[in-house]
């Protein structure tokens, strides 16, 4: 089950110290996001699928010239929301 991508691009997501809506932030943050989840994959295979679903994500603004998230194809962003983790899965962060 997807959610609705509103709620998707409105949820807050830490960045820089602050949090702002997922939907605001820019490739050069997600690119970032990616960067930084990497270098941290050695964590286990979790870590790197979400790495992995931010460098996707990011190369996908790259390629459509998307300025920020909400930008991207509804479609094509619905395809990563769930590896991106910026929503609790379903049940909650504890299931």
């Known amino acids: 089950m997807h959610p609705e991508p ?22 050069e943050e997600v690119g ?19 790495a992995r679903a931010w460098g996707q994500l990011a190369r996908r603004m790259e390629t459509d010239g998307a300025a920020t998230v909400t930008d991207v194809d509804r479609a094509a962003l619905g395809e990563l929301e769930k590896g991106l983790r910026v929503l609790p899965p379903e049940g909650g962060l504890l299931r």
């Open 6 to 27: 509103d709620a998707l691009l409105a949820q807050p997501v830490a960045t820089g110290g602050a949090a702002k809506p997922f939907g605001e932030w820019t490739v």
């Open 32 to 50: 970032a996001r990616a960067a930084e989840l990497k270098q941290s994959a050695s964590v286990g295979p979790p870590i790197a699928a979400v």
